[in-house]
């Protein structure tokens, strides 16, 4: 069982920028995906940004450009750089994982098995 553990969330203004980080214990070793969902309010979960084991990262259209990920293997942490941040960004930016490789894109949300508790991003003037 891997424990993901979100923070850095918080309230901006429109432009402005935050990171989240997710800590993994224990570390994830292997074929893996990890990245994240977002829960936008009354919406489902859609995806926004992955990175697999041997770091592949791919990204939601509309992240593109805007959003980095990055992973921090020494330190079992995964971040996610959030820049020009609009108010559709609001919602809870969950950590998810699975032990499937790959595209991480590929992967569908019932396969990302290990899940943070989720950290609420909120942009607003």
């Known amino acids: 069982q891997v424990h993901l553990a979100e923070s850095g969330g918080g309230s901006v203004q429109p432009g402005e920028s935050l990171r989240l980080s997710c800590v993994a214990s224990?570390?994830?070793?292997?074929?893996?995906?990890i990245g994240w969902f977002r829960q936008r309010p009354g919406e489902s979960r859609t995806r926004v940004a992955f990175?697999?084991?041997?770091?592949?990262?791919d990204y939601s259209e509309i992240v593109r450009g805007r959003f980095t990920i990055s992973k921090d293997n020494a330190e079992n942490t995964l971040y996610l750089q959030m820049s020009a941040l609009k108010p559709e960004d609001t919602g809870i930016y969950y950590c998810?994982?699975?032990?499937?490789?790959?595209?991480?894109?590929?992967?569908?949300?019932?396969?990302?098995?290990?899940w943070g508790q989720g950290t609420q991003v909120t942009v607003s003037s």
């Open positions: 998810a994982a699975t032990q499937r490789g790959g595209n991480c894109y590929f992967h569908g949300e019932g396969d990302y098995v290990y």
């Open positions: 224990p570390a994830l070793y292997g074929s893996y995906c």
């Open positions: 990175i697999n084991n041997v770091g592949r990262k």
